[in-house]
């Protein structure tokens, strides 16, 4: 008896394990290489960056 209440215990806390890791939201850890900033000439689209979104 005592094998199978370990045996139903571990099932257990997979399959809640398994929920949560459903469940719960995950972290995504994303890395942003070679950014730099860059000046952008305007010139004949300068109506279209001035009018308001």
């Known amino acids: 008896m005592r094998w199978f209440l370990t045996v139903?215990?571990?099932?257990f806390?997979?399959?809640v394990?398994?929920?949560l890791d459903y469940a719960?939201?995950?972290r995504?850890?994303?890395r942003i290489s070679d950014a730099y900033n860059?000046?952008?000439d305007i010139?004949?689209?300068a109506v279209f960056y001035a009018?308001?979104?």
């Open 8 to 11: 139903l215990g571990v099932i």
């Open 13 to 15: 806390g997979i399959a």
């Open 28 to 30: 995504q850890t994303v």
């Open 43 to 45: 010139g004949a689209n």
């Open 24 to 26: 719960l939201p995950s």
């Open 51 to 53: 009018s308001p979104d």
């Open 38 to 40: 860059r000046l952008t």
């Open 17 to 19: 394990f398994l929920f």
